[in-house]
Structures are given as C-alpha cells and as structure tokens.
C-alpha cells in the first residue's frame, strides 16, 4: 500500500512558475513508476509526465514538453514537477500516481489531487 499526498498547487498568473510535490509513504517507493496527471474542469484526466523507478527515464505530453521537468528523490520518497510558463490552459487538479511498471502503464495508487489555476 501506497499513500499519496500532493502539494504546491495554487492561484498563479500566466507566465509564472510552479513546483508540485508529491510526498509517498508505505512500502518500496523506490519500486514504482511516478505519474503526474491533470484533469480540468469538464474534461478527461489525462497523463502530464511519468518517470521510472529510477528516474533515469522521463515522458512528457506534448503540451507541457520543453516547460517542465519531472524528477524524484527516492531517498525522500517524493517526486516533483516543475512546470514554468504557465498558461491558462494548464489550469487543472493535478495527481500524482504509483504504477509497478513503466511499460504497462497503469497506476494502483493515487493521491487526493491539488488545485492549479492560472489566471490570465
């Protein structure tokens, strides 16, 4: 079992930059695939950025590619995202997830979300 809790969300304006953290408690955080998802209002959840276990191999959807950054401290048990120039199009609840595999691509463990909003 894998606890989630995400963090560093807010009200932000276009531009400006944000760094989410996404603290894990319970066993083996180190084993599992980080993701990053965000959801905006009327719209699907959809995948932002994953990362392995090891954290030597990154992913990013198109739209946030060149503008963010997704690393992990295994030793902390957190994995980050960074995302600079923010636009109002990144306004969403963003979730950080757990996956035993990079290749499958599915997530067992989810966190409670945290609010972005970009003001224009």
């Known amino acids: 079992q894998v606890q989630l809790i995400e963090s560093g969300g807010g009200l932000v304006q276009a531009g400006d930059s944000l760094r989410l953290s996404c603290a894990a408690s319970?066993?083996?955080?180190?084993?599992?695939?980080m993701g990053w998802f965000r959801q905006a209002p009327g719209k699907n959840r959809e995948i932002v950025s994953r990362i392995s276990a090891s954290g030597e191999i990154k992913w990013y959807t198109d739209s946030v590619k060149g503008r963010s950054t997704i690393s992990r401290d295994n030793r902390k048990n957190t994995v980050y995202l960074e995302m600079n120039s923010l636009k109002p199009e990144d306004t969403a609840v963003y979730y950080c997830?757990?996956?035993?595999?990079?290749?499958?691509?599915?997530?067992?463990?989810w966190g409670q979300g945290t609010q972005v909003t970009v003001s224009s």
């Open positions: 319970g066993r083996a955080f180190s084993s599992y695939v």
């Open positions: 997830a757990a996956g035993p595999n990079w290749f499958a691509n599915q997530y067992e463990y």
